[in-house]
Every structure is written in C-alpha cells, then in structure tokens.
C-alpha cells in the first residue's frame, strides 16, 4: 500500500512560481513511475509530467520548459516545479504513483496498480 500527500499549492499571481511536493509512504517508492496529473473545472484529468523509476522525463506540450519534474528516492518524493504560471495553469494538481508491471522488491510481491493523492490546488490570477 502506497500513500500519497501533496503539497504546495497556492495563490500566484501570474508568471510566478510554486514547487509542488509528493511525499510517499512505503518502502518502494523508486520501483513507481511518477505522475503529476491536474484537472481544471468542467475539464477532464490531464496527464503533465512523468519521471521514470530510472529518472526519464516527459511533458505535457502545455507545459514543456516551465514545468520541472524530479524525484528524490532517498526522501520517498516527487516535485513539481512549476515556473511562469499562467491561469490557464489554474487546476487541483495530483500525484500518482503507477506501477505498470508487478514485480517484486525487497522480498515482497507489488501487483501492477496506481495511487493517488488527494490533491493540491493551484490558483493563477492577479
């Protein structure tokens, strides 16, 4: 069982900048690939950066260049840096863990699923 709290959000004005942070729980934390995910009202869940078990990236093209994803295995979290805000970047952000594969680490079994975390609000307006 994997538990997710993040952290972070606020109130910018736009251009400004917030870091987000997602701290696990468990002893497995580097076998998951990372998410951060974030839905706008009336808008569908949308998938914005991913960090690899081994610490490969990827971007929503929404987001490419002012968005940083990273990882520190040692503390169990993920961040989100997240510059040059805009209010279309307005939206609860969540963070996932995704683990496509079962596999087993440290002599325990882990099925292929995913956690969520509950969600931390990000508010872009002057």
């Known amino acids: 069982q994997v538990q997710l709290v993040e952290s972070g959000g606020g109130l910018v004005q736009p251009g400004g900048s917030l870091r987000l942070s997602c701290a696990a729980s468990?002893?497995?934390?580097?076998?998951?690939?990372m998410n951060w995910y974030r839905q706008a009202p009336g808008k569908q869940r949308e998938l914005v950066a991913t960090?690899?078990?081994?610490?490969?990236?990827n971007y929503a093209d929404s987001v490419k260049g002012r968005f940083t994803i990273s990882r520190d295995n040692a503390k169990n979290s993920v961040y989100l840096q997240v510059n040059s805000l805009k209010p279309e970047d307005t939206a609860v952000y969540y963070c996932?863990?995704?683990?496509?594969?079962?596999?087993?680490?440290?002599?325990?079994?882990?099925?292929?699923?995913?956690?969520w975390g509950q969600g931390t609000q990000v508010t872009v307006s002057s």
């Open positions: 996932n863990a995704d683990l496509r594969r079962g596999r087993w680490y440290g002599g325990a079994y882990y099925p292929a699923r995913e956690y």
């Open positions: 468990g002893s497995a934390f580097n076998i998951f690939a």
């Open positions: 960090i690899t078990s081994e610490g490969a990236t």
